[in-house]
């Protein structure tokens, strides 16, 4: 999945075509990067979760990191430590309007 996706329809509406249960509004905005709160259907209920999975990254002397959150991966690493349970009992839709991918040259990249 991308970086950067938009969603413009909110909660209730979501929940309508899901046929699922809308929780009480949070604050996941329009504009979706990871790490950034977006919508998700899971359990029946069209909640809100941070976008990516956090990965946990140690200093070069050893020292815990904030977490860096990652989205993509790669159908040859699915079974591998990170990936293997989520893909295998955590999956859940996530409603999108659109979605954007970083397309040009380093340093002049435009949302394609």
Do not use: H
């Not at 309508?16 to 990871?34: K, S």
């Not at 815990?64 to 955590?90: H, T």
């Amino acid at each position: 999945m991308c970086n950067l996706y938009r969603m413009t329809k909110g909660t209730t509406e979501i929940a309508n075509l899901f046929r699922a249960q809308a929780d009480p509004p949070g604050n996941a905005g329009e504009l979706i990067y990871p790490g950034y709160p977006g919508l998700v259907v899971a359990e029946g209920r069209v909640r809100q979760m941070a976008w990516g999975f956090p990965l946990a990254l140690k200093g070069k002397s050893g020292q815990i990191l904030k977490p860096k959150p990652v989205n993509n991966a790669r159908s040859d690493k699915l079974d591998g430590f990170m990936w293997r349970y989520s893909f295998q009992e955590r999956r859940c839709p996530v409603p999108v309007s659109e979605f954007a991918e970083a397309e040009g040259e380093k340093g002049a990249k435009t949302r394609t």
